[in-house]
């Protein structure tokens, strides 16, 4: 896997789209608390994004550097040392959350702060191996995206079936079902989210063996 | 579960024969007479009348000989038939009781054995005319239960144990060979089934095809599916005029059913595991089988599987549940050395 | 001669996952001819708009998982008849239309559809209904006050003596009335003769089974008799616990259905006894006067572990038991070869 990862521009392209597709919520099963209990409007899986990628990012790029530049600090200092970055990040990321609402990173509870501890699980999630700083920012990048679009759409349908909203505006219909705001109804909407997930990309799958074919019979 | 041996038990035994029937007779200096011979003659004459036990297709001299050395207190006479239609064993003993009960004599004698029964199924719920209590002196025992009754026929005369059971008609074929020299070619065949007009127990020769069978009884309609055997545990007939009925050839039955595709699917109502009389867990059996986790079966202990087919019959869905124990419990003997040793 | 192959045994018994289905169908009619003579017409109409919705969920979801719908399955009308009895008859049409929708489309297809559903769908959309709308499932019309159709509905909705009895009060109903569910409560579910006789036939048709039921009927009356909520003798307190709500009810449909409970015998009664005590503890210390459902939906998620763990005490049980039995057969083997 690893000489497969080149350098170069194509091949980080290649590695994004990867990092894309293998998404950490959907496939990996990660940082399920979060989604779940979170990102139960739009707004608040925004914040919960913008928490994740500030310290989510930093934090493995550090670890990747750490692991090329210092390679004599052992893995369990590293560890801490990313944990420690991540948990300060979550300071800047109070303040970028704050425009969205008045005090939504606190009326969020611990699950925000808690994000930060995340970026451990990522670290931590099997198969991963310390790497060159770049792909290990273009992987976090990845990642954070997969992660913003499960949260979104998680987000989204719960605020939709819970509230009637979008993004705070009403959606013109009056039925609703507060249950979606329920944590079941999280799981519920992060298993037909997976499902979802996995069926496209089995439909992408498909449709790219399909127009292989048909360039191999061309040819 | 429906009976449906009316109205084949109550009819007459019909011979048919083919023309060779009367002169099979084998050449002998032994006596005919019962109380000349000495055990060993009487084995020496099963085996030369080549008498084979309809239970199981074992040579009745074999049994005679094992049962001799055991020392068995009795001898029981197998006329149990507890799968429905078939009454191949209960009719020739009413209809030959003489016969019947001159063979069971002639058992006890070779055995040594000191008591002689017959054993019939006691849940027949459709007769018209009722068992005996007595037969030619010889206790008539009824075995009670549910269908796989036959298996449990031990069980019934624990108190007498060691027990010899041998079928009723190769005792009457033991009969015959004793008083007329006589080999075993015929055998008796219960055809029935609902597409059989007249179904009826027949006195068959050896080698008779299936179609000659039937068509001595007549058939009412196209049968959709011939089975050689009982209900239960029979084997479907793929050709009709190829197959021959054999000494332990109990049945040929012929049935017609709707073809309707079904496609019911397994609801778990748990009927199965209520009925099943080794008490064990068809459901899961089945489950487990399907998503091929193999290595589930051992817990679930398919070994202990009578192979009575009751799981399939009570399955609401009309699924194959036995046939897939049975190919699965076949596939696993194969595969290995071989499962509990008390998987009777 | 003959394509396929065809495997004993060869004679099926005429029972079939239709017939039961349909035995059930046929036991919940009376219930909606009791709901019709207290509410009016009002309860056949949320009925046929609870099956409708299920029928329609449920083929779409069929499609959905790239098979065909197949007309002799019954499943779904089960599940869209049974939503409706445990609710109000006042409620708006959107909620059983939400409940048998949420049953089948988010709690038995997911899991893989007919027979492979790990919970009750029933059970879950009322659940989802009661947790969505507490206020519209939990205040009741009086009954013998036949409700229309459409348009206005009177505006006087009561609690059930489910109600008081949460809130520790005697409820001030008469014993008969109690017995012919004629008070404020679940539309199809209060008539206890009704229910028995329901009961009974689909006991007699052998559609479900006895174990879970009476084993959930008993623990709850066990613990209503030893620990009464309320200041009334204990027996008194017994029938005001069981009679008063959807229990009875849950504790023969919703308990019983054959998917989802276990598939032995004892541990169905243990599986009855949990739901039993899930329910009453639910009672006694949740949020909800109807806790039937929820605690069915607990309960249902031990169902394959009830199973395997008990077959763990019947392979002793073959062993001690059987194994002498098998110890004789095989003697008898060795005798025959």
Redesign the interface.
């Given at each position: 896997m690893a000489s497969e990862r080149t350098a170069g521009t194509s091949g980080l392209l290649k590695r994004f789209k990867q990092a894309l597709g293998e998404n950490p919520v959907l496939l990996g099963g990660l940082a399920l608390a979060p989604v779940v209990m979170v990102s139960t409007t739009v707004k608040n899986a925004v914040a919960l994004i913008i928490v994740m990628a500030c310290t989510l990012i930093p934090a493995m790029v550090l670890e990747a550097l750490l692991a090329k530049y210092a390679p004599k600090v052992p893995d369990f200092a590293r560890m801490s040392i990313c944990a420690l970055v991540a948990a300060a990040m979550l300071m800047p990321a109070k303040m970028a959350v704050a425009p969205l609402a008045q005090n939504i990173f606190d009326s969020l509870g611990m699950y925000l702060a808690l994000t930060g501890v995340s970026a451990l699980m990522f670290l931590h999630s099997p198969g991963r191996q310390p790497e060159e700083p770049l792909p290990a920012a273009v992987d976090a990048v990845g990642g954070v995206l997969g992660f913003a679009l499960a949260a979104l759409a998680v987000g989204a349908v719960r605020e939709v079936f819970s509230l009637g909203t979008l993004w705070g505006s009403p959606m013109g219909f009056t039925?609703k079902?507060?249950?979606a705001a329920?944590p079941f109804a999280g799981f519920?909407a992060v298993?037909?989210a997976a499902?979802a997930w996995n069926g496209l990309s089995a439909l992408t799958r498909k449709i790219a063996g399909r127009g292989a074919k048909r360039k191999g019979a061309v040819r | 579960m429906e009976q449906y041996k009316e109205p084949a038990i109550n009819r007459p035994l019909r011979e048919f024969v083919n023309s060779n029937y009367p002169g099979m007779l084998f050449e002998s200096s032994l006596s005919t007479e019962e109380d000349e011979l000495e055990p060993q003659e009487i084995i020496r004459l099963a085996e030369l009348a080549g008498i084979v036990d309809e239970r199981d297709g074992e040579p009745l001299y074999r049994k005679l000989q094992k049962a001799a050395q055991q020392q068995v207190r009795v001898v029981v006479a197998d006329a149990i038939d507890d799968e429905p239609y078939v009454s191949s064993q209960i009719n020739p003993m009413l209809k030959c009781a003489p016969q019947a009960a001159g063979g069971l004599r002639l058992a006890m004698k070779a055995t040594g054995a000191g008591k002689v029964y017959f054993a019939v199924y006691k849940n027949i719920t459709d007769l018209v005319h009722r068992i005996p209590k007595t037969l030619e002196g010889v206790t008539v025992k009824r075995i009670r239960g549910r269908y796989p009754a036959e298996f449990r026929t031990t069980d019934d005369f624990a108190k007498e144990a060691p027990l010899a059971l041998i079928g009723v008609c190769a005792l009457i074929h033991l009969y015959r060979a004793v008083k007329e020299h006589r080999i075993q070619s015929s055998c008796f065949v219960t055809v029935a089934g609902n597409c059989v007009a007249n179904p009826m127990n027949l006195e068959a020769s050896v080698g008779m095809t299936v179609d000659q069978l039937l068509e001595r009884c007549g058939l009412a309609d196209d049968p959709g599916r011939i089975i050689i055997g009982g209900p239960m545990t029979g084997v479907a007939c793929q050709d009709p005029s190829a197959t021959v009925v054999g000494p332990a050839t109990r049945a040929v039955l012929a049935f017609k059913e709707d073809v309707k595709e079904r496609r019911y699917q397994c609801i778990g109502c748990g009927k199965c595991v209520d009925c099943c009389p080794e008490n064990l867990t068809p459901f899961y059996i089945n489950k487990y089988i399907e998503r091929g986790r193999m290595e589930m079966l051992d817990f679930y202990e398919i070994d202990r599987c009578i192979g009575c087919g009751t799981c399939s019959y009570v399955c609401p869905a009309k699924l194959d549940v036995a046939a897939n124990i049975k190919a699965a419990k076949a596939a696993r003997q194969k595969n290995s050395t071989g499962g509990l040793p008390d998987a009777g | 001669m003959q394509a396929k192959e065809l495997k004993a045994p060869h004679i099926r018994l005429k029972d079939s996952a239709r017939s039961t289905m349909l035995d059930v169908l046929i036991a919940l009619l009376p219930l909606y001819f009791m709901a019709t003579y207290f509410y009016g017409a009002r309860a056949l109409a949320l009925g046929g708009v609870s099956l409708l919705s299920a029928v329609a969920a449920d083929v779409i979801c069929v499609f959905l998982s790239g098979r065909r719908p197949n007309p002799r399955d019954f499943s779904a009308l089960v599940t869209g008849l049974l939503i409706p009895l445990m609710l109000p008859a006042s409620v708006p049409y959107?909620v059983p239309v939400?409940a048998a929708v949420f049953a089948i489309a988010?709690v038995k297809h997911?899991f893989g559809g007919v027979g492979q559903n790990i919970f009750n769908p029933a059970a879950g959309g009322f659940a989802?209904v009661s947790?969505?709308?507490p206020s519209l499932v939990f205040s009741y019309p009086q009954p013998m006050f036949s409700l229309p159709i459409t348009g206005e509905l009177p505006a006087r909705l009561a609690e059930s003596p489910a109600h008081a009895l949460m809130l520790g009060a005697v409820p001030t109903i008469d014993k008969l009335d109690l017995m012919l569910g004629k008070f404020a409560g679940p539309m199809g579910v209060t008539n206890i003769l009704v229910l028995a006789t329901c009961f009974l036939y689909l006991l007699f048709r052998r559609a479900i089974n006895w174990q879970a039921p009476a084993a959930f009927l008993g623990m709850t009356a066990a613990i209503a008799y030893l620990f009464p909520r309320i200041p009334v003798s204990r027996s008194e307190s017994v029938a005001f616990e069981l009679l008063s709500g959807t229990l009875v009810f849950a504790g023969i449909f919703l308990l019983s259905d054959p998917v989802t409970s276990p598939k032995r015998g004892l541990s169905r009664f243990v599986y009855g006894a949990l739901a039993g005590a899930a329910t009453m503890l639910l009672r006694y210390y949740g949020g909800f006067e109807q806790t039937a459902a929820f605690a069915l939906l607990l309960v249902n998620s031990f169902t394959l572990l009830l199973d395997h763990e008990l077959e763990r005490l019947f392979r002793i049980v073959r062993r001690a038991v059987l194994g002498f039995r098998a110890y004789r057969r095989n003697q008898r083997i060795i005798k025959k070869v």
């Open positions: 039925l079902f507060p249950a329920m519920f298993a037909f499902a | - | 959107y939400t988010v997911p989802f947790v969505c709308w």
